[in-house]
């Protein structure tokens, strides 16, 4: 697997078969990347109003598809001020050089991929993130 960053692009899948590691941005990319297990740092940044009106209408403990299925921190989540080069460095050369953090990561990669191979993944997947918003509500 190469060691070069690449951006997305058309050919996403093709990069994802041959990454080591990704620095993916938070959103679907997450699931793919995992499904292709690709172990990963997730990002996000936005502006700062824009974080805090998102943080008051939507209160999810996390942004990653592969965490919130899970219903843990598998993957690192760097979000606004944590999201910096250096963490995201540092992040990623766990990803990279780690090999008992990336097989830890593989591993809930075969759980995430059992769960969402069974009939009806996408209403107990809604019915999921429903009720995590409904807990963290109140």
Request: net charge positive; charged share 15%; hydrophobic share 45%.
């Amino acid at each position: 697997k190469s060691e070069l960053i690449a951006m997305m692009s058309p050919a996403a899948y093709e990069i994802l078969k041959h990454a080591r590691a990704g620095v993916i941005k938070s959103g679907t990319s997450t699931l793919e990347a995992a499904l292709w297990n690709v172990p990963q740092v997730v990002v996000y940044k936005t502006s700062g109003v824009s974080f805090l009106i998102a943080k008051m209408l939507v209160k999810l403990k996390y942004i990653s598809l592969v965490n919130l299925i899970l219903s843990k921190e598998v993957v690192k989540e760097l979000i606004q001020e944590q999201c910096t080069a250096e963490a995201i460095q540092k992040a990623l050369q766990q990803c990279i050089a780690d090999e008992a953090y990336r097989n830890n990561i593989l591993q809930h990669y075969d759980t995430l991929n059992s769960q969402l191979h069974y009939e009806g993944v996408s209403n107990r997947l809604a019915h999921s993130i429903f009720n995590q918003l409904v807990q963290h509500a109140h």
